[in-house]
């Protein structure tokens, strides 16, 4: 058998990973010397910290004024729960789904929050759901982009100004990579491990002025653990949004994220961050458009991510394999990258059709994807060689 040559261009950082996400290009834990450790995050410093990431996430996030910001417990899973647990219930709500976290809601709001009158539109993987069936009088619950699909809304125009229920987005693998039409929603969640890098076990949650409204004119009709509490005595629990955790956060987490922070201001904000990713999402489209062997998950271009990127093996000889052996091929492909070194954990979501998902957010450098590309190429067509031995 033919030996191949491997590619002699290796990705300075193999960390391609959609969660956590790799650090920013530079990083190092001398980067986090100034953090509050040993430190009540109670008193003026570590209080002092937590709010300068609240203000530095609205600067760069371009979060409208009268909107609240917090941090919150348990990632991004934690703020999307907090979201459905508290304000869920007051109407009939519309469950949007087409990947596994979105699904994740859906089973959570119908089987956990029981609530009867809870429709669900959804979608296979690669593709969104019709939106237009959505009701806007009810509330919404939906992902901005698809994590494990790599499919995405391509903006919010499908939503009315002149909604009556509350949009809630799980943002987390969309902020600060994509640009979010707030005007259109009315919770924001996201986690610091995707895009900027950042550690993982802490949520951001942003409430709309209508948010705020639900939650201080309706009371769910079950009770709520400490953990999801927003208000106190109707009125909303304002500390939570200034820097007053509802737990103890990890301050050295905290000033890893504000380092991120940092320096996503030092690129230009928002306009640099969405640059960097769709550069990188560039850089993995142009190798799919040139390679007939793999494809991407997402059927419309328009709905592509630019984070989470999913490809599927698309070549003759794979597909006729059964689905098993398939999926025994991506991951012999994805093993070999990581034994060379060169690509840890790009491997499909255990739920998502097999394949691989690449991480191209904006801690990502674009000459660690092309360099990446040339493995691809080396790793499949190694596999195939090997395979055709084999039989």
């Known amino acids: 058998m033919t030996t191949l040559l491997k590619p002699a261009q290796r990705p300075a950082n193999p960390n391609f990973s ?34 300068q990431a609240i203000d530095l996430t609205r600067e760069i996030l371009q979060v409208p004024a009268d909107y609240r910001i917090g941090i919150v417990p348990a990632s991004d899973t934690g703020a999307v729960e907090m979201a459905l647990w508290s304000l869920l219930g007051e109407r009939g709500v519309d469950m949007v789904a087409w990947e596994s976290f979105g699904s994740g809601w859906v089973t959570d709001v119908i089987k956990q929050l029981k609530l009867s009158d809870a429709r669900t539109i959804e979608a296979g993987y690669g593709e969104l759901p ?13 992902t901005w982009n698809g994590t494990t699909s790599g499919v995405r809304v391509p903006n919010g125009d499908f ?18 990579a994509q640009w979010l039409d707030f005007d259109k929603l009315d919770v924001v969640t ?18 709309s002025p209508r948010a705020v409204e639900r939650l201080e004119t309706y009371k769910p009709a079950w009770p709520l653990p400490k953990i999801f509490r927003l208000t106190s005595g109707g009125k909303l629990i304002e500390g939570i949004f200034s820097g007053e955790t509802i737990n103890t956060p990890s301050m ?13 201001k030092s690129l230009g904000g928002l306009d640099g961050l969405v640059g960097r990713a769709d550069s990188n999402f560039a850089a993995l489209n142009a190798f799919v458009e040139r390679t007939p062997w793999i494809g991407n998950l997402a059927k419309v271009a328009e709905t592509r991510s630019n984070t989470s990127v999913c490809l599927t093996i698309v070549d003759p000889d794979i597909t006729a394999l059964d689905k098993n052996a398939q999926a025994d091929f991506a991951k012999n492909l994805v ?20 394949g691989l998902r690449i991480w ?4 990502v450098e674009t000459a660690d994807l092309e360099a990446l590309t ?18």
């Open 360 to 363: 191209a957010g904006a801690t």
């Open 374 to 391: 040339l493995w691809l190429d080396w790793a499949f067509q190694s596999q195939k060689a090997a395979l055709k031995q084999a039989a």
């Open 130 to 142: 019709d939106l237009s069936k959505v009701d806007f009088d009810r509330d919404v619950v939906f």
């Open 18 to 51: 959609s969660g956590p996400c790799a650090k920013r290009p530079g990083w190092s834990l001398q980067a986090l010397s100034d953090a509050s450790l040993g430190r009540s995050h109670r008193a003026k410093v570590g209080k002092t910290k937590l709010k």
């Open 252 to 264: 050295l987490c905290v000033e890893d994220y504000i380092d991120a922070l940092n320096w996503a």
């Open 190 to 207: 996201f986690s610091w491990q995707k895009v900027l890098g950042g550690e993982g076990a802490h949520g951001m949650l942003i409430l």
């Open 159 to 176: 939503i009315p100004a002149d909604r009556k229920g509350l949009t809630i987005c799980d943002a987390t693998s969309a902020a600060f």
């Open 335 to 354: 093993a070999v990258l990581e034994k060379e070194g060169v690509a840890y954990d790009i491997g499909a979501y255990r739920d998502a059709p097999s």
